[in-house]
């Protein structure tokens, strides 16, 4: 027994040792780099908050960044993504469970473009983000509606804020990135009444392969006439834990529109991190997580 203890604690140093002089890259989960022409889009899993980090062979785009206590989360997800430099970030409304991470995020990784909605807030975080972006001399802009970008093989065009509301969740940026064949919308947590705007403004334009969920899965957002505007094949929601379900979301009536309209469903409050390696025809979704119950289902 005695021998057997030796040994294994033998096999624990060696491994140590190895670990320490060779890295672990694998086991950790550290970025394998992406195939050229490849982009990988993560939806980090940070609970009742959005997170997504875009990435290509030369370029990294955070929209939104979780809450304030996600912070060291979000850094240790960044730098295990080899993340060096955020080219583009984008706050998509003033929300602390959209903006709240990105004061840190901000010290610790140098960004060259901040994207900021139209309608500002005096919350604290808020503040400290200005503060931050001020300090970093980060360039802020706010979108023009239409306005687009190119970066690596990538366009972004910027849909929305159309306006400007009083209301956060309606004034958040929205926008669709598009990668080759494929193409992913983001639209923040604007309400139906945004959504129907939207629809009048851009049409069929909001056509999209992938579409993150508008306000993690309310009721609320994600009105039929939208879903089937943007016909997503696949739909991904970034909400609560199970074990903080403060506002209820996923709402049921979103999981039973989802399911009707046949969408493949993905939720970061089940299966963790949702990570998609799209190579502009195809593309592939792991999950940190294991899931085997019904999505569909609260
Ligand atoms: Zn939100």
């Not at 040994?7 to 624990?12: D, P, Q, S, Y």
């Not at 056509?207 to 993690?216: L, R």
């Amino acid at each position: 027994m005695r021998k057997v203890i030796k040994k294994v604690t033998l096999l624990v140093v060696i491994c140590f040792i190895a670990t320490s002089l060779f890295g672990c890259e694998k086991q950790m989960g550290k970025q394998e780099s992406l195939a050229t022409g490849n982009i990988q889009i993560s939806y980090i899993d940070v609970g009742q908050a959005d997170a997504t980090l875009i990435q290509g062979n030369d370029f990294n785009i955070l929209i939104d960044a979780g809450n304030k206590a996600d912070s060291q989360l979000m850094i240790d997800f960044l730098q295990k993504k080899n993340v060096n430099k955020i080219d583009i970030a984008v706050g998509t409304h003033a929300h602390e469970d959209h903006v709240g991470g990105f004061p840190e995020i901000l010290k610790a990784f140098e960004c060259d473009t901040f994207y900021i909605s139209n309608t500002t807030s005096s919350s604290k975080i808020y503040e400290s983000l200005l503060d931050v972006l001020d300090d970093r001399n980060i360039s802020v802009r706010i979108p023009d509606v239409g306005e687009e970008l190119t970066l690596g093989d990538i366009n972004i065009k910027f849909y929305g804020p159309l306006k400007k509301y009083k209301d956060l969740n309606d004034s958040s940026i929205i926008l669709k990135l598009t990668h080759g064949n494929n193409s992913y919308l983001f639209t923040g947590d604007a309400e139906s009444g945004v959504e129907k705007e939207l629809i009048k403004k851009w049409g069929n334009q909001l056509k999209s392969t992938v579409y993150q969920a508008g306000h993690h899965g309310s009721s609320t957002s994600n009105s039929s006439q939208f879903l089937k505007k943007i016909s997503p094949q696949t739909v991904i929601i970034s909400s609560n834990k199970e074990d903080a379900p403060r506002y209820g979301h996923p709402h049921i009536e979103t999981l039973d529109l989802l399911k009707s309209l046949n969408i493949q469903l993905y939720r970061t409050d089940k299966q963790g991190t949702v990570i998609l390696t799209d190579d502009g025809n195809h593309y592939t979704i792991q999950t940190e997580k294991e899931y085997s119950g019904n999505l569909y289902k609260k």
